[in-house]
């Protein structure tokens, strides 16, 4: 179909290796190479949603584990505190408490802030290797 074309004849006229270009470019058109290719591109953004998707669940589910950390750490603080209390003046135990109440809440809302995203990224359907989370 390209060779059939005038405008291309002419061109050929003037440069005899723009018959072999034409050769390639008419390969290049071949319906099988073009559903070949589509494939591929379809393949490559599949593939790419795929990382994408591992990875946002993977920090998703390292966010996690850093608020049950951080819960963990103000459990910790708040067992220290209640074996230093009798040792402390009130002022000093009344600021360690307020502190770690103020740390608590923190850690509250990092846990259950994290917790909603790790549910939202889930999808039914697909295994997962920790269930208890």
Request: no cysteine; glycine share 4%; hydrophobic share 50%.
């Amino acid at each position: 179909m390209i060779k059939a074309l005038p405008a291309v004849w002419k061109m050929v006229a003037k440069t005899p290796l723009l018959v072999a270009e034409l050769d390639v470019a008419a390969s290049l058109v071949d319906p099988t190479l073009i559903g070949l290719a589509g494939g591929l591109i379809a393949a490559a953004v599949m593939m790419k949603v795929q990382i994408l998707y591992a990875t946002e669940l993977r920090n998703a589910k390292q966010n996690f584990n850093r608020s049950v950390e951080a819960m963990q750490k103000v459990e910790r603080a708040d067992d220290d505190l209640k074996l230093v209390a009798a040792s402390l003046s009130d002022k000093d135990f009344w600021n360690r408490l307020t502190h770690i109440k103020a740390m608590r809440m923190e850690a509250l809302m990092d846990y259950h802030e994290a917790k909603r995203e790790l549910k939202k990224m889930k999808v039914p359907g697909l295994s997962d290797e920790d269930e208890e989370t």
